[in-house]
């Protein structure tokens, strides 16, 4: 991981180009703002979700370096409290997304204890234990549906007078969610805390020997990240008003793996690039039948074979290749 | 004033104009299914020909409708699955969504469906919630369901002799539910249940639960599993001899494909509860003959049958109210006409949804019994239709009213 490391980093061209960064923002939130009305406003949904579900990803594996490989646990699990306490007990939807992030948040702070005790392929395995022992207790408890789900979630109105049953007011509360999710990971990332966490990432030993407490930062930014993922998962329920086994399954927290590494580990951008294109694949591919599977696999060898860095990986890197060129 | 005059003089003539050209009915059939997962065999292609083939017998342009059919892979997510259909119904003009196995998907798109008031007909998906509690008065379930499996399955074996049993049961909430069902109809009909077994979910060696059931001397083995579970357990089981030993395998979930796959040496002995056989009237030969011509000699499922008759009798309702726009009418039609075609013969779509008809129990032949490739059923018993099915008394669907 470090030996990539000069190579992957934004943060060193970020302050020149920040005013250029501010402007490109307001741009983006201006399109979305106006997107609803020209794309199918579901989809848009699907990938903002999914989009901050990676950015949560990528909290852990881009900026602390460590690959968690249960996060569907946290995404899927808050998914299943919002569905049954909307669905069930009643909650507005504000409440039922509430308790999913709690839920998530706790739960991340119990594998977080255990899994942050080991680095490198074994954290991943550690997390990967406890998603699965999560699966398996998803698919036996009662209340989630076993097989089939929790579905028909209703979509009551938010704080009680906004109506969100159609698909246009629903867009503008998850557009909201998702800048929210979006801005506090990139406060965080740029905070004196992300500094640390970078600096964890790039050599414990010397963070801990200038006196960091290192495992104290790591649980706090795997916290942070399965309650960003639980409001990811939590905001998808609102949208498709399910919550099904495929979320807490372990294809669900590699498939976040790859919209990371698609899009590019390591940049603020690059999740939410990486969900687009997964998310676009799934959706527009569908109607081409068996043939799914195939192009997807040739999409991802391509991928990892010529943008090695992720797709915003490789733009950030050419960005500044003929940056250093001109200035010298 | 004069503006709106104008508008009003202006979309009158309009509609005289569209009334006298009688321009045809526009239909959209969309087919949901696995079309690259464990269900593509059963579905998949084979569900998207049977849906064109309802449309062409149909007659459907001479009879002034223009249907189109499209099709899409839902990969066995409910997400994917709904996206899907609300994409259908909200952008894609899609009228009816047919076939859709899986039964998570299957309830998810059920409520997209009720929600944006079009047609789900579901022949692929198991659950009978969908025509339980989940029941909508727009979804109509054709083609087989888990209780009249466990009811089929349970009851005809019982009385043609197999009343001790021992069951397999994959430990989750289908397979609980498939075993609680199949060991209550056991029980009522004079059987006994002499014990079972909990099996995790997707295991690779069944050899100690086998050697249970082996020892229970029950006379039925009863697979409370589905897909690779009940592939597996039944290939090992051919290994350790339970059929040859005099024991008999009762398969809860088995299509005509999972046969095709396991063969006959393997599969032999098994008795399974199915909706259609293609080799059993002259009328399904004849289907399975087209269907085999343009599907590379494979033979049809039942969930591909249920797909074609499920849409002949859709269009039928359509032509009689002339629109295929409000879902509910379209299906109150549905539940109105008495069904009757070629391949499921005369029934009906009651209250909740149910498309009644009669079930059946096959027992796999043995290889030296069987004629040649896809010839792998026998029929022991026949499940008249007033029986078949879960009964309204019993229902607890929301739309079926309790005198």
């Not at chain 1, 030993?205 to 939590?234: M, T």
């Not at chain 1, 390591?266 to 676009?280: E, F, K, Q």
Request: aromatic share 10%.
């Amino acid at each position: 991981m470090s030996s990539s490391s000069s190579s992957t980093l934004p943060a060193a061209a970020a302050p020149a180009s920040s005013s250029v960064m501010t402007v490109l923002g307001i741009l983006a939130v201006a399109v979305l703002l106006v997107a609803p009305f020209g794309v199918y406003p579901v989809f848009l949904m699907k990938v903002m979700c999914f989009a901050l579900f990676a950015c949560a990803f990528n909290l852990m594996l881009g900026y602390t370096g460590l690959l968690s490989f249960g996060h569907a646990m946290f995404f899927g699990g808050s998914a299943y409290i919002c569905a049954h306490t909307v669905k069930v007990l009643g909650f507005t939807p504000e409440l039922g997304i509430l308790s999913g992030v709690l839920f998530a948040a706790v739960l991340g702070f119990v594998t977080g204890l255990l899994a942050i005790r080991r680095q490198g392929i074994y954290f991943a395995m550690v997390t990967l234990a406890l998603a699965q022992m999560f699966f398996f207790f998803c698919l036996q408890a009662p209340f989630t549906g076993g097989e089939d789900g929790l579905q028909s979630v209703p979509r009551r109105p938010l704080f009680g007078f906004i109506d969100i049953s159609q698909d246009i007011h629903l867009y503008y509360m998850v557009l909201a969610i998702f800048l929210f999710g979006f801005l506090v990971i990139y406060r965080t990332i740029h905070s004196p805390f992300g500094q640390v966490l970078k600096a964890i990432r790039e050599n414990e030993p010397r963070a801990i020997s200038l006196g960091y407490r290192a495992n104290q930062y790591k649980l706090l930014a795997f916290v942070l990240s399965a309650a960003l993922a639980g409001l990811a998962g939590s905001t998808k329920v609102m949208v498709f008003q399910l919550a099904s086994l495929t979320d807490v399954a372990w294809q669900m927290s590699g498939e976040v793996v790859l919209m990371t590494l698609v899009g590019g580990m390591g940049t603020i951008l690059g999740p939410v690039v990486g969900a687009a294109v997964i998310v676009t694949m799934q959706n527009y591919l569908a109607g081409l039948g068996e043939w799914v599977l195939v192009i997807q696999g040739v999409i991802f060898v391509a991928a990892v074979s010529l943008f090695r860095r992720g797709i915003v990986g490789e733009i950030i890197a050419i960005v500044k290749y003929y940056g250093t060129k001109k200035a010298g | 004033m004069r503006l709106a005059a104008i508008f009003l003089a202006a979309s009158s003539l309009v509609g005289i104009g569209a009334a006298q050209a009688a321009d045809p009915v526009p239909v959209k059939i969309g087919v949901l299914n696995d079309q690259s997962g464990l269900y593509a065999d059963l579905g998949g292609q084979g569900s998207v020909w049977a849906a064109k083939k309802a449309v062409e017998d149909f007659g459907a342009a001479a009879k002034g409708l223009k249907v189109d059919v499209i099709f899409a892979d839902h990969q066995n997510k409910a997400d994917v699955g709904t996206s899907i259909a609300r994409q259908w119904y909200d952008i894609d003009g899609v009228d009816m969504i047919v076939d859709t196995p899986n039964s998570g998907v299957a309830l998810a798109v059920s409520g997209v469906t009720k929600e944006k008031n079009k047609v789900f007909i579901n022949s692929g998906a198991a659950t009978s919630d969908l025509t339980g509690k989940a029941c909508t008065p727009n979804t109509v379930h054709w083609t087989y369901d888990t209780w009249a499996l466990a009811n089929g399955t349970g009851k005809a074996i019982v009385k043609n002799g197999g009343d001790t049993w021992f069951f397999l049961t994959a430990d989750y909430a289908f397979g609980h539910a498939l075993e609680r069902d199949t060991s209550k109809v056991v029980t009522e009909n004079g059987g006994k249940v002499v014990g079972s077994v909990k099996v995790p979910l997707n295991n690779a060696d069944f050899s100690s639960f086998l050697l249970q059931a082996q020892s229970s001397k029950a006379k039925i083995v009863g697979l409370a599993n589905a897909g690779g579970d009940t592939i597996n357990s039944i290939k090992q089981a051919s290994e350790y001899g339970i059929v040859d030993g005099g024991q008999k395998l009762a398969g809860l979930l088995i299509f005509l494909t999972d046969v095709h796959s396991l063969g006959l040496k393997t599969a032999q002995g098994l008795n399974l509860t199915g909706a259609w056989y293609w080799d059993q009237t002259d009328a399904n030969r004849k289907f399975a003959d087209e269907f085999a011509k343009a599907n590379g000699g494979k033979r049809p499922t039942m969930v591909q049958a249920g797909v074609y008759s499920g849409v002949l009798h859709y269009l039928k309702a359509v032509e009689a109210l002339k629109s295929a726009k409000d879902g509910a009418a379209v299906v109150a039609e549905m539940k109105k006409l008495p069904t009757d075609d070629p391949l499921f013969g005369k029934g009906e779509v009651r209250i909740d949804g149910r498309h009644i008809h009669p079930m059946f129990l096959y027992e796999v032949k043995k290889p030296s019994e069987s004629k040649g490739p896809w010839d792998y059923y026998t029929l022991k018993a026949t499940i008249p239709a007033n029986e078949a099915f879960r009964p309204l008394s019993e229902s607890d669907c929301p739309l079926v009213k309790k005198g």
